[in-house]
């Protein structure tokens, strides 16, 4: 995936000047050394900061390095002034994490008080405004802080992300799809760019496309991947143009940004102009790490953006569609997997948009829902399969309509439960799913389409969005039994 950033991290060791710098510098050498071993480069400032001085010295030293993401490593008490102000001026993604003593027999010169360090430097934190990524637990010894700026890595690998991202949409969204609306203000407030284009401009570009010279290439490939599932070959040099016209499009309209990820349009005129519709080309380009929302979602593109850049995987945009029948629950999944009941399932479904590594068997087909109303041949394009069962973590970030940010996190599995259905669906199990559905999507006024990252990626969601801004109160998740939502009635 060439379209997610590269962090480099820097970590700077601080140093309160009444406590010997050799303990800060000792102690970050055993981090980095730890960090190493275990995971890889880091970039290790050789400046110690005592002063506001040797904070400029070190800023220097780590924008020179070309490092991206800052963890400020509390050796010992730490200067609070300098060690914030260099997260201030460092202008990236930044962490706080702090040194352990190490042994009862050296309490006195090796005593480094990093423990109430940490108090400090987050209030001046606050007192300057300021936002840095302090984790649960912000002390440890070499090991546990390598380990705890493992985890920062896809922290700050999004939030670099976001600030360099631009939205693609196109046309408005379809009559009667108000759940998709999204206010612009608060992509801007993330630092998110956004460019709005008419379904007209890309059946322009997409005419303007026909018999490119690349076309057969594309189609082969396309054919090559979906292997005896390519029941549809008669459109593929179609849907090769339409690759082909996303991917110029990207290239020529990305501007200042690094990153792109398009929300696309895909009916009710799209069919009918085209000649096709556009499922499988979303999930080859969302494949390649530009993800494509359906229905011009543009916060679902946004979602999905953040699942790609803090899992570097593919990622998928689903309804929550449907509910699993009872019968099907009894004989499929009741006492099989887990202490699952029946409302803490559902079936996730899209047309065709889910990629093909991300299905259990899949083939070209055509979309059946809107074949109910035009000529099947002009509703081919669909990518059909069952979901693979895994883990899975259902999220989804929004502004609502007084442009508020908000968001939830669920994790849950797909199951290996055949759906007997159409499109590409799965079987979906999310602890507590009936009251995550009735008191935060349906109280906190959330459209039906989710985000899905596969394998669990709560934890760094969570830290994502509260760094990126999100009110912790309007960061949701499915709550466990026993513990109530502001709107439910304990009597229920």
């Known amino acids: 995936m060439n379209n997610i950033p590269v962090e480099k991290i820097g970590i700077v060791a601080v140093s309160r000047d009444c406590f010997p710098m050799t303990l800060s510098v000792s102690r970050r050498e055993a981090v980095v050394a730890a960090y190493r071993e275990k995971y890889g480069e880091i970039y290790e400032c050789p400046v110690c900061i005592e002063n506001e001085v040797d904070m400029r010295k070190a800023l220097a030293d780590i924008k020179a390095a070309g490092a991206n993401a800052l963890v400020v490593y509390l050796g010992n008490f730490g200067p609070e002034t300098p060690e914030t102000l260099l997260i201030k001026e460092f202008d990236g993604p930044a962490m706080i994490v702090a040194a352990a003593e190490e042994t009862g027999n050296n309490l006195i010169d090796g005593r480094g008080d990093a423990y109430c360090g940490v108090l400090n430097a987050s209030y001046n934190l606050k007192m300057r405004n300021l936002k840095a990524y302090i984790p649960e637990y912000p002390v440890g010894t070499a090991a546990g802080c390598a380990d705890m700026i493992a985890e920062f890595a896809p922290i700050a690998r999004a939030v670099i992300g976001l600030r360099n991202l631009k939205i693609i949409s196109f046309g408005p969204r379809p009559q009667d799809f108000m759940a998709c609306n999204a206010p612009i203000k608060q992509l801007f407030n993330l630092g998110v760019e956004i460019e709005e284009n008419s379904e007209l401009d890309l059946f322009e570009a997409f005419n303007k496309h026909a018999g490119d010279e690349r076309i057969p290439e594309v189609a082969a490939d396309m054919a090559a991947e979906l292997g005896s599932g390519n029941k549809k070959p008669e459109i593929l040099n179609k849907?090769?143009?339409?690759?082909?016209?996303?991917?110029?499009?990207?290239?020529?309209?990305?501007?200042?940004?690094?990153?792109?990820?398009?929300?696309?349009?895909?009916?009710?005129?799209?069919?009918?102009?085209?000649?096709?519709?556009?499922?499988?080309?979303?999930?080859?380009?969302?494949?390649?790490?530009?993800?494509?929302?359906?229905?011009?979602?543009?916060?679902?593109?946004?979602?999905?953006?953040?699942?790609?850049?803090?899992?570097?995987?593919?990622?998928?945009?689903?309804?929550?569609?449907?509910?699993?029948?009872?019968?099907?629950?009894?004989?499929?999944?009741?006492?099989?997997?887990?202490?699952?009941?029946?409302?803490?399932?559902?079936?996730?479904?899209?047309c065709g948009n889910t990629a093909t590594d991300k299905l259990a068997f899949c083939e070209m087909k055509y979309q059946r829902i809107m074949a109910r109303n035009l000529p099947e041949e002009v509703t081919q394009g669909t990518l059909e399969g069952d979901i693979k069962?895994?883990?899975?973590?259902?999220?989804?970030?929004?502004?609502?309509?007084?442009?508020?940010?908000?968001?939830?996190?669920?994790?849950?599995?797909v199951l290996p439960v055949a759906t007997r259905s159409f499109g590409a669906i799965g079987v979906f199990a999310i602890p507590e799913m009936g009251r995550f559905y009735r008191h935060?999507?349906?109280?906190?006024?959330?459209?039906?389409?989710?985000?899905?990252?596969?394998?669990?990626?709560?934890?760094?969601?969570?830290?994502?969005?509260?760094?990126?801004?999100?009110?912790?109160?309007?960061?949701?998740?499915?709550?466990?039994?026993?513990?109530?939502?502001?709107?439910?009635?304990?009597w229920a």
């Open 389 to 413: 069962p895994g883990d899975i973590t259902f999220y989804r970030l929004q502004s609502t309509s007084d442009a508020k940010l908000r968001a939830y996190i669920a994790q849950g599995e």
């Open 239 to 350: 849907l090769a143009q339409y690759e082909l016209t996303l991917l110029d499009w990207v290239r020529d309209h990305k501007g200042s940004r690094d990153f792109v990820a398009i929300a696309g349009k895909c009916w009710p005129a799209f069919q009918t102009q085209f000649g096709f519709v556009p499922c499988y080309v979303n999930s080859r380009l969302t494949k390649m790490g530009i993800p494509v929302s359906c229905e011009v979602d543009i916060y679902g593109a946004l979602s999905e953006y953040i699942g790609t850049v803090i899992s570097k995987d593919t990622v998928t945009l689903l309804d929550i569609n449907n509910s699993v029948p009872a019968d099907m629950y009894d004989a499929e999944i009741k006492g099989k997997y887990g202490n699952y009941t029946l409302k803490d399932t559902f079936m996730g479904f899209h």
């Open 440 to 490: 935060v999507l349906i109280e906190k006024n959330y459209p039906h389409h989710g985000a899905v990252v596969f394998g669990h990626f709560g934890k760094t969601l969570f830290e994502v969005f509260k760094y990126i801004g999100v009110e912790l109160d309007e960061i949701n998740f499915n709550q466990p039994k026993g513990m109530l939502y502001p709107s439910e009635n304990p």
